[in-house]
């Protein structure tokens, strides 16, 4: 069986590469946009093709029979009707369901008459890296809602879903909630990371617009929608999932994406 990883070289594609590997996938053809600045083990075949580049495409879906699908809105519809062609017989997509910008995603592999799983994930353990700086350098993080809550992913087990969905049998047509096994405040993810760091680390509540004026200058405009985002997260917390430990029999805490992650904030 012939696995194809689009996005092979982004933070989750390479993840996914990298647990069907590990899983024993005997037939791995990963798609890269640079083949020749690739680092993959010599058991992975190595394509040149983009996502946002059909026309590189189709020689790289030659044979396959499963894919997954890294998000790419923009050549989404392009893209899986090249895979019903090829005779690609399921699609794995990273998407999410209609309160994210992915929905377009699912929709489009839907309508291709593909086989179809959806992962759809929310936030990333990793997005916390947005702290990085300010706790370097300060020994605190300053934000509005302490109490917002939700259940943030570790990009790694989205990876290993995947894997596990592609490896397997019985997932066609499902959708996966993914989230982190817990759900977990702002406040207590920088005890999380004081923990892991073996420092006290504060956590300074500001003014809503004090929170947006210090994201505007990476984010622009998106910081407004952000802040708003923590706003609704203290009256509706994300509820957590088991949806990961279902499918691959664990699934990482935030505690212990801090202490594997700690060099980032050290």
């Known amino acids: 069986m012939k696995i194809l990883v689009t996005g092979a070289t982004g933070s989750v594609g390479r993840m996914v590469v990298d647990h069907l590997v590990s ?32 026309s590189s495409l189709p020689a790289a879906f030659e044979g396959v029979d499963r894919m997954y699908l890294a998000p790419a809105l ?7 009707d090249l895979a019903r062609q090829a005779g690609i017989g399921q699609i794995v997509d990273l998407s999410g369901d209609e309160t994210t910008d992915w929905l377009p995603i699912a929709q489009a592999v839907e309508k291709s008459g593909v086989g179809w799983t959806h992962l759809f ?9 947005m702290w990085a ?14 109490a917002a809550a939700n259940a943030p ?57 004090e929170a947006v004026a210090l994201l505007e200058p ?17 009256e509706h917390p994300q509820v957590a999932t088991t949806t990961i430990a279902d499918l691959t029999g664990r699934a990482t805490t935030f505690a212990e994406w801090s202490v594997a992650n700690a060099e980032e904030f050290r």
Request: glycine fraction near 10%.
């Open 218 to 234: 990476a984010m622009g405009e998106f910081a407004q929608w952000y802040v708003d985002g923590l706003a609704a997260m203290v």
């Open 23 to 54: 899983m024993g996938a005997d037939d791995i053809r990963a798609l890269s946009n640079h083949p020749e600045r690739t680092a993959f083990p010599p058991e992975v075949e190595v394509v040149e093709g983009y996502l946002r580049r059909p």
């Open 74 to 80: 923009e050549t989404v519809t392009e893209v899986v």
């Open 153 to 209: 992913i570790a990009m790694d087990d989205i990876a290993r879903v995947a894997a596990t969905v592609l490896l397997g049998t019985g997932h066609l047509g499902a959708t996966y909630n993914l989230t982190g096994p817990e759900t977990i405040t702002r406040a207590g993810r920088v005890l999380a990371l004081g923990e892991a760091l073996g420092r006290d680390i504060s956590f300074v509540t500001v003014p809503p617009g």
């Open 121 to 129: 994930t929310g936030e990333f353990m990793e997005n916390t890296v």
């Open 133 to 146: 700086e300010q706790i370097r350098t300060t020994g605190e993080v300053r934000e509005p809602y302490p």
